[in-house]
């Protein structure tokens, strides 16, 4: 049975930093790609970043320069550092593996506010 597990989420202050990890089980997790998408109320589910299993990256613009997305493969975890982050950040989080098939997680709530 294949499991995606996100943890990390949380309330912040704006201008704060999260991390939030993707424990995977379930699939060879070094052959797939990993993305982390959010939604927000009212909104579709968008693409924030994404790793190759080559290691390439991949950022949305609004997300550049202030989030970072990486894996380790040992651990089967892909992991989303998000510094300097703003109420519009604010969305669950959502940590997908993709190729031989396509998996989710449940999502974990980042909330940005003061």
């Known amino acids: 049975q294949v499991q995606l597990v996100e943890s990390g989420g949380g309330l912040v202050q704006p201008g704060g930093s999260l991390r939030l990890s993707c424990a995977v089980s379930?699939?060879?997790?070094?052959?797939?790609?990993m993305n982390w998408y959010r939604q927000a109320p009212g909104k579709q589910r968008e693409l924030v970043a994404s790793?190759?299993?080559?290691?390439?990256?991949n950022y949305a613009d609004s997300v550049k320069g202030r989030f970072t997305i990486s894996r380790d493969n040992a651990k089967n975890t892909v992991y989303l550092q998000m510094n300097s982050l703003k109420p519009e950040d604010t969305a669950v989080y959502y940590c997908?593996?993709?190729?031989?098939?396509?998996?989710w997680g449940q999502g974990t709530q980042v909330t940005v506010s003061s």
């Open positions: 379930g699939i060879t997790f070094s052959i797939y790609h």
């Open positions: 790793i190759t299993n080559g290691r390439s990256t």
């Open positions: 997908n593996a993709q190729r031989f098939g396509d998996f």
